[in-house]
């Protein structure tokens, strides 16, 4: 049986990808930048599949395919961001939004009126 990923370090995979996609976009290396997001791409993926093994019934019964929405990570918090427009929301000129979060600690929550600072 394979050991189960360790979050913590995917978190920070993730998080040292952004850091080098950043510098490579100051240095316009689009090419490096694709392999690089790539790679973040697959750890979005693995972690969002965490995030649906962990979720209560009622954020399962919400989540869109994890390609629809936004991702972030607070480094001190140890927490993953998956954004998307609130599906309860009805304003479609100014759509809310709400996040769910994952910790390290595979703890899932939703954020309503989330707000990208």
Do not use: C, H
Request: hydrophobic content about 35%.
């Amino acid at each position: 049986m394979a050991s189960e990923p360790i979050l913590e370090g995917m978190f920070q995979e993730w998080n040292d990808l952004n850091k080098q996609a950043q510098e490579s976009l100051g240095q316009f290396d689009f090419s490096k930048i694709k392999e690089i997001r790539k790679k973040q791409k697959k750890l979005e993926d693995s972690i969002f599949n965490v995030l649906k093994d962990n979720a209560p019934d009622n954020i399962k019964k919400i989540l869109p395919e994890v390609g629809e929405m936004e991702v972030g990570f607070e480094s001190e918090g140890n927490i993953f961001y998956f954004v998307m427009y609130d599906p309860e929301d009805e304003d479609d000129e100014n759509p809310k939004l709400i996040a769910i979060t994952l910790d390290a600690n595979k703890k899932v929550d939703m954020i309503k009126d989330f707000e990208i600072e």
